[in-house]
């Protein structure tokens, strides 16, 4: 294998991909996402995030864009936003107690409230524990929004979905690249409306 022009292929893969999405309404649903994000936010809601894998690592920064900030150069208050992937006595005791499916529709159900957010990640579209996740939003009138991906077109989550970014890929690498620009230009659109209406 020539590993050179495989390295430049997933650069050139990555492109093309996010190209063909700037050409769908993907930029139209961040600005609507946006919109009630900071609905949520400014009439007292949070924002949850979860997801596995790398995906956990994206919940876990987007969150912290949120909480702590995004810009270095823009000062604001802090956003109300944590991970549903707490911490490894929580995941830990979940897992051995009821099963790794509930890891966060159990924090989801003690700590969310009508009105809150939570975004799933799941690249396949098909992770049982985001799927459980969005289950007890839907319960709890908690908005949901999926960062979704797979050759399923993001089903089975995308049903649970209130609002959804549906990546059209299968492969999960190019995916994840997609979502975490995807989840800063969101961070930055929430950042932008949270200021502005101050």
């Known amino acids: 294998m020539d590993l050179l022009n495989r390295t430049k292929e997933i650069f050139k893969d990555s492109i093309s991909l996010k190209e063909h999405v700037l050409k769908t309404d993907l930029p139209e649903k961040i600005i609507e996402i946006a919109d009630v994000m900071v609905h949520s936010i400014q009439n007292g809601g949070k924002i949850f995030f979860c997801g596995n894998g790398g995906s956990a690592a994206d919940a876990q920064h987007l969150a ?26 929580t995941i830990t005791a979940c897992a051995n107690d009821y099963s790794f499916d509930e890891i966060f529709a159990r924090p989801l159900s003690g700590l969310g409230t009508k009105g809150d957010v939570v975004v799933g990640i799941t690249t396949s579209g098909k992770s049982p ?3 459980r996740a969005f289950e007890v939003a839907k319960e709890k009138g908690i908005i949901t929004v999926g960062f979704l991906g797979g050759a399923a077109a993001g089903a089975p989550a995308v049903h649970l979905c209130d609002y959804a970014l549906v990546i059209p890929s299968a492969d999960t690498g190019r995916i994840q690249e997609v979502h975490i620009t995807a ?11 949270i200021i502005h209406s101050a």
């Not at 000062?75 to 944590?82: C, E, K, M, T, V």
């Not at 989840?183 to 950042?191: F, I, P, T």
Request: proline fraction near 2%; glycine fraction near 2%; aromatic fraction near 0%.
């Open 64 to 89: 912290a864009e949120l909480l702590i900030r995004l810009r270095s150069h823009v000062n604001r208050d802090s956003i109300p936003a944590l991970t549903l992937a707490m911490d490894t006595s």
């Open 129 to 131: 524990n985001v799927i």
């Open 183 to 193: 989840g800063h230009a969101l961070m930055e659109v929430v950042e932008e409306k």
